[in-house]
């Protein structure tokens, strides 16, 4: 939609709206830049607490993808103050600010606006060096591509509204998604990656191509390297799969040759659309298993090699058994 306005060139801004980039930034000084995002959304989750803390965890991945530091941020939320008790948002904001104080950033304020149905998320601005900003246009052939959480979210929150689901595995996918990537982020500005984006709402598929396109590469995807969530295999296999995912699929395969061994059940897993998912990290190899010490060490739960960058046409993946 961006593409019907004239947006108008700044020399400072550093990435805009122009590269699918996972947040803008612009230049202040030499050795400064602010990198700026914002992200809300409708609850995935009952808890209005757990709202909270997964809605702000997705809002500053943006700015972590990026390799930079979030060090503010603003509330943006929608709430029906006449159909639920206020004590829901007062719970979802303490969520939001639990989980930006976990991460140093500091709320600064927000702004609410009465709708029918609640939203939240966060405005959050970050900083960087301007030398250091780590782009979608980084990637190379070659490179061994790291994921940092286990792909499955879409399917289970899907399965959560149309309660399918446990307690347990609500807590699980629950604290997945409130999982912030600064340790991540953290372990790959160390090792010096060039590229990198986090997997949300296109799924893996759909932010692999985007970073493909903006490198002009292609990938090797193998599926059993993949790292999925045991109960969203289950509920997909029964055909709890959310609109989105089957549309984001539609939308990469033109571009996506699949492994006759890959079902269509695997291939939605692929595209799943993910809520505050993990960094996709292209690296050079031989810094590869670097970064895999690296983010063990920062503590990192899911740490998978899923693929290689490889020459080919820009955009396009081969998924392997
Ligand atoms: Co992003
Ligand atoms: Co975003
Ligand atoms: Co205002």
């Not at 209005?48 to 803390?53: A, I, N």
């Not at 879409?154 to 699980?172: H, P, Q, R, Y």
């Given at each position: 939609m961006l593409k019907?306005?004239?947006?108008?060139?700044?020399?400072?801004?550093?990435?805009?709206?122009n590269t699918a980039d996972d947040a803008g930034v612009y230049k202040v000084r030499d050795d400064l830049a602010l990198v700026q995002t914002?992200?809300?959304?409708?609850?995935?989750?009952?808890?209005?607490?757990?709202?909270?803390?997964?809605?702000?965890?997705?809002?500053?991945?943006?700015?972590?993808?990026?390799?930079?530091?979030?060090?503010?941020?603003?509330?943006?939320?929608?709430?029906?103050?006449?159909?639920?008790?206020?004590?829901?948002?007062?719970?979802?904001?303490?969520?939001?600010?639990?989980?930006?104080?976990?991460?140093?950033?500091?709320i600064l304020g927000g702004h609410t606006i009465k709708d029918n149905e609640?939203?939240?998320g966060l405005s959050v601005t970050g900083l960087i060096h301007p030398d250091r900003i780590i782009t979608n246009a980084g990637a190379h052939p070659g490179n061994r591509l790291f994921l940092t959480k286990p792909l499955g979210s879409?399917?289970?929150?899907?399965?959560?509204?149309?309660?399918?689901?446990?307690?347990?595995?609500?807590?699980?996918i629950v604290s997945l998604m409130a999982t912030l990537n600064r340790a991540a982020s953290r372990a790959m500005v160390e090792v010096g990656v060039r590229a990198c984006t986090d997997v949300t709402g296109f799924g893996l598929l759909g932010h692999l191509q985007e970073m493909l396109v903006a490198s002009g590469v292609s990938a090797i995807i193998a599926a059993s390297n993949v790292p999925i969530l045991p109960a969203a295999r289950r509920f997909a296999a029964r055909g709890a799969i959310p609109g989105g995912s089957k549309s984001n699929l539609r939308f990469v395969e033109s571009r996506v040759e699949f492994a006759a061994e890959v079902d269509e059940t695997a291939r939605i897993l692929l595209a799943d659309a993910q809520t505050s998912g993990g960094l996709l990290i292209p690296v050079d190899p031989d810094k590869g298993d670097l970064l895999a010490e690296k983010l063990a060490a920062a503590g990192v739960d899911t740490i998978a090699e899923i693929g290689t960058i490889s020459d080919g046409p820009a955009g396009t993946i081969r998924v392997t058994a």
């Open positions: 019907q306005l004239h947006i108008p060139e700044y020399p400072d801004v550093l990435v805009g709206s914002v992200d809300f959304f409708t609850p995935m989750v009952d808890d209005p607490y757990s709202f909270g803390l997964v809605a702000a965890a997705n809002a500053l991945s943006d700015v972590y993808a990026m390799g930079a530091r979030p060090v503010t941020a603003l509330n943006v939320i929608a709430f029906p103050e006449n159909m639920i008790p206020l004590e829901v948002l007062v719970q979802i904001l303490r969520g939001g600010l639990d989980k930006a104080t976990e991460a140093g950033v500091a609640p939203k939240y879409g399917i289970i929150t899907t399965a959560i509204k149309g309660n399918l689901v446990g307690d347990s595995d609500i807590n699980e």
